[in-house]
């Protein structure tokens, strides 16, 4: 049974361009939460899917936005890169919205 | 969600327990503590999550006090290959999602 999995493992943008995460939840999961892990920080919580639709938002600007598919796959797309916007990105599964959350291995984001 | 307090590092020899407390003085009757585990450029696995009975799983212990104002999580024979760092974190019955704070750094030494 494979975890979750998200591409890609690596991206190098320049400030101003727009990004795209992807990320496939564990079989039986339906629920998708992004997390955002500065260096040396602890992670931070970015938004949350269930039934397609964002059910809960961190304080991120609407830069940040994303989507869920019937397969239960998500997106996470950034708009207007900043320098700050470097980071590891999480995507995090869990069968309900409030059940244990298992993550995935993350996606190293550089803006240059 | 309550606020938790974890020592910045600990270190441990291999083969000894390892026991890394978090204090949650605030948390409320219907506040989860949940234990994850990243190491060095990972994403964090969970370990494991208690209310307020202990809880035993293959990987680790979770000892919460009676009070549940603190509890703590033991690796009973650590190994090279638990060096990470651990996060206590408290998460409210149905809430969507986890505060993590700054964790422990645990280093085993051989």
């Known amino acids: 049974d494979a975890g979750v999995t998200q591409s890609p493992t690596h991206l190098i943008k320049t400030r101003g361009q727009q990004v795209t995460l992807r990320c496939s939840p564990k079989?039986?999961?339906?629920?998708v939460s992004w997390y955002q892990q500065a260096l040396g920080q602890g992670p931070q919580f970015i938004f949350q899917y269930y039934e397609e639709e964002e059910r809960q938002r961190g304080n991120f600007p609407d830069r940040f936005s994303g989507h869920q598919f019937p397969n239960y796959s998500s997106e996470l797309n950034v708009n207007a890169l900043l320098l700050g916007d470097s980071a590891l990105y999480l995507c995090a599964s869990s069968p309900t919205s409030a059940d244990t959350q298992y993550f995935g291995p993350g996606t190293r984001l550089t803006v240059l | 969600d309550a606020k938790t307090t974890q020592p910045p590092s600990m270190d441990c020899a291999e083969g000894r327990a390892a026991n890394l407390p978090c204090n949650h003085s605030t948390i409320s009757g219907n506040e989860y503590v949940y234990w994850y585990r990243q190491i060095h450029s990972q994403g964090p696995q969970y370990i494991i999550h208690g209310l307020k009975n202990n809880e035993t799983n293959e990987m680790a212990s979770l000892i919460i006090t009676e009070d549940r104002k603190s509890s703590t999580l033991i690796l009973p024979h650590a190994t090279l290959r638990d060096t990470a760092v651990y996060y206590c974190?408290?998460?409210?019955?149905?809430?969507?999602?986890?505060?993590f704070g700054q964790g422990t750094r645990l280093t085993i030494n051989p």
């Open positions: 974190i408290v998460r409210s019955q149905g809430a969507q999602k986890l505060v």
């Open positions: 079989s039986g999961h339906d629920t």
